[in-house]
């Protein structure tokens, strides 16, 4: 019942009570060994829970009920250009995966019952961006491919979709998608069986299927020049499965946030802040 925010740039994680956004406890950087800029929270009971973080090459693990520091897993993540990233966790049975993004090609595997890191998948496209795990225990992963640069070599900007099996660690399907000029993303269904893929647009697909659908599910807005907008988050909602998308439209200006139905249908929309990235439900 309690909501934890990872605040990237003061170091800290809040606790806070929902109905009143009351401070209920903290932990900050100064309270761990290795805590930096904590990224994404990954609960797996309620007295353990880890934390990555954008450029310490640790996984802090503390305890949500007391807000207190119980210790830190070594990634072995090199320092490239500051950043030793960790990002989104996602778990199965004692494996909990996460994607190191940042100037990187590797998805860590972590052992929960040791909180050590045991293995790693190494991918051939560059800075894995969007993990999910889907109801036949896959691993579903999507890189940015990287950026294109001058003097160095991290990519070349095209993103791949990966399925990797969870038991076995082992690459099924490398596809290589459409030059991205926005951000991707990944969500399945409540039910696991459907994957939802931002890359530009929207596109829908079984998580039997080998290849991404030619027609996008969704199509982002565009604006009167024809300029598509920026999508750049996807939730659905665990109830009902209706379909979030986060719209950043230019970076510059308000956000907006679309909600359609499974079968596509636009059911509202609104104005939200800057870059909405993300939802939660209650």
Excluded at 175 to 193: C, I
Aim: hydrophobic share 35%; charged share 20%.
């Amino acid at each position: 019942g309690i909501v934890y925010v990872a605040m990237e740039a003061s170091g800290t994680i809040w606790a806070l009570d929902p109905r009143t956004v009351l401070v209920k406890g903290q932990l900050s950087a100064g309270q761990t060994e290795h805590m930096i800029n904590p990224r994404y929270i990954h609960f797996l009971s309620s007295d353990k829970a880890y934390v990555t973080d954008l450029y310490s090459p640790y996984i802090t693990i503390f305890n949500p009920r007391t807000m207190q520091y119980v210790g830190s897993i070594p990634t072995g993540q090199p320092d490239a250009y500051g950043y030793c990233s960790t990002e989104e966790m996602v778990q199965w049975k004692d494996k909990v995966f996460t994607n190191c993004w940042s100037y990187s090609n590797k998805i860590l595997v972590v052992d929960t019952t040791k909180d050590e890191v045991c293995d790693s998948i190494v991918l051939n496209s560059w800075q894995p961006k969007s993990m999910v795990m889907d109801a036949r225990g896959k691993l579903w992963v999507i890189t940015d491919g990287g950026y294109s640069m001058e003097d160095d070599s991290f990519g070349d900007n095209i993103p791949h979709l990966y399925r990797i099996d969870a038991e076995t660690l082992t690459i099924e399907q490398d596809q290589a998608l459409d030059t991205d000029n926005a951000n991707v993303q990944l969500a399945t269904n409540p039910s696991g069986t459907v994957l939802y893929i931002i890359n530009n647009d929207v596109y829908r697909m079984d998580i039997t299927a080998t290849h991404v659908p030619v027609r996008p599910f969704i199509e982002a807005q565009r604006n009167s020049n024809g300029t598509r907008h920026f999508l750049y988050g996807i939730g659905i909602d665990p109830q009902n499965g209706e379909i979030y998308l986060a719209d950043a439209v230019d970076y510059r200006q308000s956000g907006v946030v679309y909600r359609y139905n499974q079968e596509a249908m636009l059911l509202d929309k609104f104005r939200v802040g800057i870059t909405p990235n993300n939802f939660a439900f209650k």
